[in-house]
């Protein structure tokens, strides 16, 4: 092959950037580790658990705000060395679906699962006292949960659940799988029985209801239910402008070269940023042209990147960028 052929599939061509979202765990904030060695070359359709895909997404930018600093000597004040004086990192981007996550993430607080109220109930806009919890019993899987004969009778296919524990009075992070809120102490939620399945990310569609159980149309995102867990219907998503719970994600972005090669950019640990810090992206919606008659509603979300220390060196860092080369480039 000649040089000019190896050095042609060195231009990284790409049409769009794919989003992938894990948990950190917050009690240690620990992140999702993304091993370019190891998973690098996944299927954008299945990535690796835990990794979620949320879609496409439109106008990706990332920008590295890390400062430095000069070290000056003598009696000039020449630089003869400098250092970094501050650490950071910015991406933002625009979705182009909507779902749970990704209204999750570009709120920035708190998100909450409508569930199914109780007729008598009274109003609330994030929703009113639901329906009660069906128990989750033995045999239940991430893809099937048990609930019974005559309770699945409340269930229908199509429908969409939250499936988590009951709220105990316990204080700190609640949301089995996936930290979704933060409750410093219970007389602030009410009390509320059903207060983890307001906010839980472990919700999913139901594809089918056999005699004794709910077959869900995707596995559960925070892992298979426990015997006593409550099954609630849900019947929309609502977040809000405000709130003190700040959610911790690690990122994946792939962009997938025309010419055969990668280039991946995963973030350990991204907290979102508010619009009044600077080059944050203004967080709400936006109508995008998507033809002569219609315009696709787009959810605009921006995040801070938090440094983590690499393990192989000790080194802290936000940002790893990685690529793979197609198979016919050259390397240098």
């Known amino acids: ?3 000019a052929a190896l050095r042609a599939a060195m231009t990284p061509v790409a049409r769009r950037v794919r989003a992938f979202f894990a948990p950190v765990d917050r009690a240690t904030e620990s992140p999702t580790i993304f091993d370019p060695g190891k998973a690098g070359a996944f299927l954008l ?15 990706f930018q990332r920008t ?3 400062g430095t600093e000069q070290l000056r000597s003598g009696a000039t004040g020449a630089p003869v060395g400098q250092f970094r004086s501050t650490l950071e990192g910015r991406v933002q981007f625009r979705f182009r679906e909507w779902g749970k996550l990704q209204m999750a993430l570009a709120s920035g607080s708190e998100h909450m699962n409508v569930l199914a109220s109780d007729p008598n109930a009274d109003a609330q806009p994030s929703g009113g006292t639901p ?12 893809s099937e949960v048990m609930i019974g004969a005559g309770a699945v009778d409340d269930f229908s296919a199509g429908d969409m659940i939250a499936v ?16 979704a809120a933060y409750v410093a102490n ?32 995707q596995p559960l995102p925070g892992g298979p239910p426990l015997p006593g867990w409550g099954v609630q219907k849900l019947v929309a998503f609502v977040d809000r402008e405000g709130g003190s719970f700040f959610p911790h994600w ?3 972005f792939v962009a997938e070269e025309e010419s055969g090669g990668r280039v991946c950019f995963y973030y350990p640990r991204l907290s979102p940023a508010s619009a009044a810090q600077p080059g944050a992206l203004q967080p709400g919606e936006e109508f995008v042209p998507a033809g002569k008659l219609a315009s696709l509603l787009a959810l605009r979300a921006s995040f801070v990147a ?18 793979f080369p197609a198979a016919a480039a050259a390397l240098y």
Request: overall charge negative; glycine content about 8%; charged content about 15%.
């Open 45 to 59: 359709a299945t990535p690796p658990a835990p990794w979620l895909d949320l879609g496409w997404i439109d106008d």
């Open 64 to 66: 590295a705000t890390t």
């Open 131 to 142: 329906v009660p919890a069906a128990a989750v019993l033995p045999g239940s899987s991430g």
């Open 250 to 252: 690690s990122g994946l």
């Open 1 to 3: 092959m000649s040089n």
């Open 164 to 179: 988590d524990a009951d709220y105990a009075q316990q204080t700190g992070y609640v949301g089995s799988g996936i930290a």
């Open 186 to 217: 219970s007389a602030d939620v009410l009390h509320d029985l059903h207060y983890i399945r307001r906010v839980t990310f472990n919700v999913a569609r139901i594809a089918e209801r056999t005699a004794i159980s709910l077959v869900l149309a």
């Open 306 to 323: 938090l440094p983590h220390v690499d393990g192989n060196d000790g080194k802290t860092v936000v940002c790893y960028r990685s690529y």
